[in-house]
């Protein structure tokens, strides 16, 4: 006799929306309570909601398992990335080239500018890079103690730093998250850079000017004796310090350019830190074992001082990486349960227009990103559930890339759960929710992306053609996609322009 299966449904919404109720219930009371709690453990109590819930839908606890573990296996190489970015911040303190940033940065950058500069170079940097990540533990930390000193508050200085981070992030052909966008989207890498020139570019120059006003209005409080003590403390703490030190930093870029992968790449310029280490500050073999794994240790009797140097090793991140492995494996669950689906899978059936089409992909990104703590889903799940749609509206298959892009990578590390939010937070060392409001790219960029596809603006063709914010047609190369989708976008545009005359 045939074993009976049992069967397997769809959980209704109020079963879809449980884990996620749970897990943005405790964080916000823990936030407004101040319980002091990581997010480590409500996660975890939020994937036993999400498995209870499955298992009311017909999943078996080992179905589930395994999607948790399918999650974080895909995540593994980030994983790994992330323990050695612990080993590069070590290296590079122990070397003396992060405090040598902030060195030259205190003898050259003035207040008045530093937080518009400093934006642009994050964004110049990460673009090279395409890393925000490395942005992050690099200039970022020294950003942060150069804000410090010109005693600007740590939320607006990290939020300057995400926000110039994220862009370069975003636009650069060798950021994982770009390439990821365009290729479940099946369009072009190019085609994809290109398409968000049309809302990234306007929103990050909105950026750099509320960043000049908020620098201008600050100008006149800084008091420079901070600044004179904390570099008296650089220079008094090394044995070597000179722009020599910065080589390490420019030779991140030129790995980037050479392509190597991230691992790779991260562990060679590692290596090269440990060597300046060695040649340029007397560090043993010893020494560097040591501070790639613990991270470097100093104490100059300057309390900043102290907080920019003592920093790096695998150690370090670990609390980091504990967070991504539970809250990927928590968006595997909700997966393999079909709790996405469940919620926000009846939106598409009442879109009828562009702007609607990008709003719900633009929702769709943030939502699952929220409530399954990772940002490659957000980049994935909105592309396989609406690439159809935007062929059948005749538009370009870079409008989704763009879209998920306007959301998903810029609210990424909004999301204090998230890998992304939990890496810049431990990294810079503020609370996500303190950076949020600061980060004025991450928050301007999907409301001027939602704003301007209201009006018909930006809303990018299959034939390549938009209508740019000024109200003038514009022409872009004709965006790549499969032969067939490509015939369904054409003939639909040809019927849209035929109603139209």
């Not at 047609?473 to 035929?498: F, G, V």
């Amino acid at each position: 006799m045939e074993e009976m299966k049992k069967s397997v449904r769809l959980p209704n919404k109020l079963e879809a929306a449980a884990p996620i109720v749970v897990l943005l219930t405790i964080m916000i009371m823990n936030y407004v309570l101040e319980w002091g709690a990581d997010p480590h453990i409500p996660v975890i109590i939020a994937s036993a909601v999400a498995m209870f819930v499955g298992v009311r839908a017909g999943h078996s606890y080992k179905e589930m398992l395994a999607g948790a573990l399918d999650a974080v296996s895909q995540s593994l190489e980030a994983i790994i990335l992330i323990l050695f970015v612990g080993c590069l911040i070590g290296s590079f303190e122990y070397a003396g080239t992060i405090p040598a940033v902030v060195y030259y940065g205190l003898k050259t950058i003035t207040p008045a500018l530093f937080l518009p500069l400093a934006c642009a170079l994050c964004a110049v940097v990460a673009l090279a890079l395409g890393s925000a990540w490395t942005l992050s533990a690099t200039l970022g930390i020294a950003f942060m103690a150069i804000g410090k000193t010109m005693g600007i508050n740590p939320g607006l200085i990290a939020g300057m730093i995400i926000s110039g981070a994220c862009v370069g992030d975003k636009f650069s052909p060798l950021s994982d998250s770009t390439n990821l966008a365009a290729g479940a989207s099946q369009t072009g890498l190019f085609d994809h850079v290109r398409a968000m020139v049309t809302t990234t570019f306007p929103s990050l120059v909105i950026a750099i000017v509320i960043y000049a006003v908020l620098s201008l209005n600050m100008s006149s409080n800084y008091d420079p004796t901070v600044a004179n003590e904390l570099s008296d403390a650089i220079v008094g703490h090394y044995d070597y310090m000179s722009p020599i030190l910065l080589i390490p930093l420019v030779l991140i870029v030129v790995v980037a350019v050479m392509k190597l992968p991230s691992i790779p790449g991260v562990l060679l310029i590692s290596a090269i830190g440990c060597l300046f280490a060695v040649v340029f500050q007397g560090a043993s073999f010893a020494d560097c074992l040591e501070m790639v794994h613990y991270g470097y240790s100093a104490e100059t009797g300057n309390e900043l001082a102290d907080a920019l140097m003592n920093r790096g090793g695998m150690d370090s991140m670990l609390w980091t990486n504990n967070l991504v492995i539970v809250a990927v494996g928590f968006g595997g669950i909700l997966q393999i349960i079909g709790a996405i689906e469940s919620l926000i899978g009846g939106m598409i059936k009442k879109v009828k227009t562009p702007f609607q089409l990008v709003l719900v992909t633009m929702v769709t990104s943030v939502f699952c990103i929220t409530t399954m703590c990772d940002q490659y889903l957000g980049l994935i799940i909105p592309s396989a559930m609406y690439k159809d749609e935007y062929d059948k509206m005749g538009l370009g298959r870079n409008l989704l890339s763009r879209s998920m892009e306007d959301s998903g990578t810029l609210w990424s590390p909004l999301v204090p759960w998230s890998s992304c939010g939990a890496y810049h937070s431990s990294v810079l060392g503020v609370s996500v929710f303190a950076y949020i409001p600061f980060a004025f790219m991450n928050l301007i960029n999907p409301i001027y992306a939602l704003t301007t596809a209201y009006f018909n603006r930006n809303i990018i063709y299959a034939d390549g053609s938009y209508r740019n914010i000024f109200g003038k047609m514009k022409q872009l190369p004709e965006p790549d996609a499969p032969e067939e989708a490509k015939k369904i976008a054409m003939a639909a545009l040809a019927e849209r322009k035929a109603a139209q005359m």
